[in-house]
């Protein structure tokens, strides 16, 4: 998204400006063609209540976006009013209590950056200029979120403007049902958040990576001991492994093991990822690097740098899966050698979340996760380049228990994100609190 320092003004359809600031809405460089009738850049809270109740006036539905991250477009509709909230992007910490009021515009990095300042730690997302409303929304798969939970557990409050324009609080104790839908309901909430009120944890001491490299050859070895490996990983390591034809280091096809760590200690950290340097295929391996210190703030800007590049066209699809790895070992196979040129990369995470969650609308995870990334650039690109993550993960669907809304693209291959019953439930909190159907509902998905 490309955010300006200028005030926000209300952009109508036709206008000379408007395709330029719809497309700037999103980090994505596809423009999807689908066009909506009016932007509304708010500046402030106020200008959000307005631009509601005149929704509600002229039988408008609502997109909504803040940080413009999602890989599929999805506040961008045809019709309707587009808010950009990008501009309420406001950080308020109160260290002596451990908590922050953020507006939706904030970035990951600007809320990290703050909170460095006063030693103070909160899950934000992977790359630096996720906004912080939409991943808050959608659940939250952050920095050490398998160590302290998803981002959305975090969330203690929100100030939300209904379908009708009113501004309520909602938190355990008032209006706690809302908190249930805030917490997972992602772009299919039903109310435009203008504040979050979060919980922050005290920062970890160490915080660093552990990296192998293997050439793609490998593949197989390499995706059978890591699904392996996984299950005894320490919960403040993100393993993960990632397909990239530029794989650091080598510059080729190759996979790429990393693992974060974000631990109390360095030797508590040495040991976690132990296991890296004492596996049975390191003699395989391209190179090994020892764990060395890296501050978040750089492997946010080193993701978004060499992973999830500005002006690329971007598909992602995404799913969940409990099964071993090894009977799908063919399936990445294939996908490695179809992988189109980079930026597009390939992660397979280990997840292994905790046998219970707090009860909200985020409901939907596993043992591992598999997500492709597309991203394409310049005009070189084939029909299958622009296919591959969403046909792959079709191929693989009866393997999947699910997808994740922060990779998923629900107007290509709609798929499970939430637990049945509460899918359920969320759809009638939706038409209580929105039953004109004023927001706009999950892509390719009918109410």
């Not at 309707?80 to 970035?107: E, F, K, Y």
């Not at 009120?197 to 660093?208: A, M, T």
């Not at 029909?383 to 969403?390: C, G, K, L, N, V």
Request: proline share 6%; net charge positive; with cysteine.
């Amino acid at each position: 998204m490309k955010r300006t320092a200028g005030r926000g003004v209300v952009i109508d359809k036709g206008t000379p400006d408007f395709v330029t600031a719809l497309l700037g809405t999103s980090f994505n460089a596809q423009d999807p063609g689908r066009r909506p009738d009016q932007i509304v850049q708010a500046n402030d809270v106020e200008e959000v209540i307005g631009a509601v109740k005149r929704a509600r006036d002229e039988g408008l539905a609502i997109g909504i976006c803040s940080g413009g991250h999602s890989w599929a477009q999805n506040h961008i509709r045809d019709g309707g009013m587009l808010v950009d909230l990008s501009r309420l992007n406001s950080i308020a910490i109160n260290a002596g209590q451990g908590t922050a009021v953020i507006g939706p515009g904030c970035l990951a990095g600007e809320l990290n950056a703050a909170l460095v300042k006063h030693k103070l730690f909160f899950p934000v997302a992977h790359a630096y200029t996720v906004g912080m409303g939409g991943f808050l929304l959608q659940g939250g798969f952050g920095w050490s979120s398998r160590a302290c939970g998803v981002a959305c557990q975090s969330v203690i409050g929100i100030d939300v403007v209904l379908a009708d324009g009113t501004l309520v609080h909602a938190s355990e104790t008032e209006n706690a049902e809302l908190l249930w839908a805030a917490r997972g309901a992602g772009p299919g909430f039903f109310g435009i958040v203008v504040r979050f009120h979060l919980r922050l944890q005290p920062r970890p001491k160490f915080v660093g990576m552990k990296a192998q490299v293997f050439r793609i050859r490998h593949l197989e070895a390499v995706m059978a001991w890591a699904d392996r490996a996984g299950p005894d990983v320490a919960p403040f390591v993100e393993f993960q492994l990632v397909f990239d034809r530029k794989a650091m280091g080598i510059f080729a096809h190759g996979i790429q093991v990393l693992a974060p760590v974000l631990a109390s200690s360095w030797r508590e950290a040495r040991a976690a990822v132990d296991f890296i340097d004492k596996s049975p295929i390191r003699k395989l391996a391209s190179f090994t690097l020892p764990l060395l210190p890296v501050s978040l703030d750089m492997m946010m800007k080193g993701g978004e740098r060499t992973l999830f590049l500005p002006n690329t066209r971007w598909t992602a699809d995404s799913m969940w899966m409990n099964m071993p790895i090894d009977p799908l070992l063919p399936a990445l196979r294939h996908i490695a050698d179809t992988q189109p040129a980079s930026p597009s990369h390939a992660l397979w995470l280990n997840w292994n979340g905790p046998a219970e969650r707090p009860d909200m609308a985020f409901s939907l995870e596993a043992r591992s996760y598999l997500a492709l990334y597309g991203g394409l650039r310049g005009k070189t690109a084939t029909p299958a380049d622009e296919s591959w993550a969403t046909d792959h993960m079709q191929a693989l669907q009866a393997h999947s228990v699910g997808i994740q809304l922060a990779d998923e693209n629900l107007g290509r291959r709609p798929m499970p994100f939430m637990a049945p019953a509460n899918l359920k439930r969320l759809d009638a909190l939706r038409a209580k609190f929105d039953p004109e159907g004023r927001f706009n509902p999950y892509m390719g998905r009918v109410l």
